[in-house]
């Protein structure tokens, strides 16, 4: 075996190169300590990466992401590695909708302080008759009135359950709730979680007006934030060790980590350790008196959510939105990247993402079969494509997503400090109080970072 490394300043050993792995580690260096981020995968990314397909020349996000104006630790973050100026924020926020019919209506916010402003943004929603944007409006009302007085009752709840208890009408849920219930929380109504899904409301919603502010990328993932947090965590003297993967965390005889052991025999030892992978490979990793605990025993109750991402390159361009949501389709948004990224204006051909959420149904089909149904999707529902050839198609799964958002998850996702005392947990999956998104993830990072400096300090 052989000898732990060391350096002559606190060490903190990073599991993971993901959202919240980078976000930890940039917050460690800003104060001055020592991090070693290591990545099994060759490249950084974890479960939000971006690569380049040479058959499209063209780069491919493996998965769609927005980010919003309430997603305060992910805005920060970016910010401090220099990647603020690759957002593009909307003026107002507007999230488009098409019906089978081939009818457009937006949600848009109005230029008012918040909540007046999705008051009134809900109030023109034209996919809805009137009197049912009164019973949505009543419906959010309750909610979040509920959310205060009988937050353990809704914790129990499932979407579908709360819609029922709200009273809202098929044609509310259809057009407004489920699109975006399943799209923040990754999960069908029936099985997901009510708590989470006001909780996503009240932050961005019904909160300040620049909270519901939609910002996306103008570059692929791995540009966005991969690179620039290397470059950050490397100019602040951190490692960064893709290719590498763990397979134990060592402990000493006080009942501490000592460090990680990789697959190659190599040990880095490191006075604290932040896992930011998901807990089915935290799992793998953990001694087994450990994994027995009351406190980790947990993690094997935890289930994932999968979600389906196809792209699509075409012929031509078949639609101006930077991205729209499908009502009643299988796919249920579609990301135009000839909108969404910059330097992309003189093309003629288009890129399209389409993402199919809570995807339990569907993630065993064929990539072939999968793709047609995006087609189909797509011709039904954006009649200017039905003339377009497609030129060329990815279908990528991710079987193991996200962590389910079930009701019973709520007593089940630990927390980032854990029984020892220079053991922190990180990643979408830990008690944030958030779904499994980008802001869980880096707040989440963020959070271990400031435990792991408060156990240095000590």
């Given at each position: 075996m052989r000898s732990p490394t060391r350096s002559d300043r606190p060490e903190v050993a990073i599991i993971g190169g993901g959202f919240a792995g980078l976000s930890a580690a940039v917050e460690l260096s800003r104060h001055g300590i020592g991090v070693t981020v290591v990545e099994q995968k060759p490249e950084l990314g974890g ?412």
């Amino acid at each position: 075996m052989r000898s732990p490394t060391r350096s002559d300043r606190p060490e903190v050993a990073i599991i993971g190169g993901g959202f919240a792995g980078l976000s930890a580690a940039v917050e460690l260096s800003r104060h001055g300590i020592g991090v070693t981020v290591v990545e099994q995968k060759p490249e950084l990314g974890g479960r939000a990466y971006s690569f380049f397909d040479d058959k499209a020349q063209d780069t491919v996000d493996n998965g769609q992401h927005l980010i919003m104006g309430c997603y305060r630790h992910t805005l920060a973050f970016l910010d401090a590695i220099g990647a603020s100026k690759q957002l593009t924020f909307q003026d107002d926020m507007t999230v488009e909708m098409v019906a089978p019919d081939g009818s457009r209506a937006a949600l848009r916010a109005a230029r008012l302080p918040g909540p007046a402003h999705m008051v009134a943004g809900v109030l023109r929603y034209r996919h809805l008759a009137p009197r049912d944007r009164i019973r949505l409006l009543l419906g959010g009302a309750r909610m979040l009135a509920m959310q205060r007085l009988a937050r353990a009752q809704m914790e129990r709840m499932t979407v579908a359950e709360l819609m029922d208890w709200l009273g809202q009408p098929a044609a509310v849920r259809r057009a407004f709730w489920y699109p975006l219930a399943i799209a923040a929380l990754n999960e069908e109504p029936q099985r997901a979680s009510a708590a989470l899904l006001c909780e996503v409301l009240r932050r961005a919603f019904f909160s300040r007006r620049r909270d519901s502010a939609i910002a996306y990328a103008a570059v692929g993932l791995s540009e966005l934030y991969c690179e620039p947090s290397r470059s950050y965590i490397e100019r602040h003297g951190g490692r960064i060790m893709t290719h590498s993967a763990v397979t134990a965390l060592e402990m000493d005889g006080a009942g501490r980590v000592a460090g990680v052991r990789l697959s190659n025999g190599q040990v880095l030892a490191a006075d604290c350790v932040i896992s930011a992978v998901p807990w089915m490979a935290l799992v793998r990793i953990l001694p087994a008196q450990l994994l027995d605990s009351p406190f980790f025993s947990r993690l094997r109750r935890l289930s994932s959510s999968p979600i389906i991402c196809v792209h699509l390159w075409l012929d031509r361009q078949v639609i101006d939105a930077p991205f729209v949501g499908f009502i009643d389709t299988t796919t249920q948004w579609l990301f135009n990247k000839e909108a969404l990224w910059s330097g992309r204006e003189n093309r003629k051909l288009a890129h399209l993402s389409f993402v199919i959420s809570g995807a339990r149904s569907l993630v065993e089909l064929s990539t072939q079969q999968l793709a047609a149904q995006v087609q189909e999707d797509l011709k039904k529902m954006v009649p200017e494509a039905r003339a377009a050839k497609i030129l060329r198609a990815i279908v990528i799964k991710e079987k193991q997503a996200t962590l389910a958002p079930l009701p019973e998850t709520f007593a089940l996702r630990p927390t980032v400090s854990t029984p020892l005392e220079n053991l922190f947990l990180a990643g979408d999956w830990v008690a944030t109080g958030l779904p499994a998104t980008i802001e869980s993830a880096v707040a989440s990072g963020y959070e271990a970072a400031r435990a792991a400096l408060t156990r240095l300090r000590a």
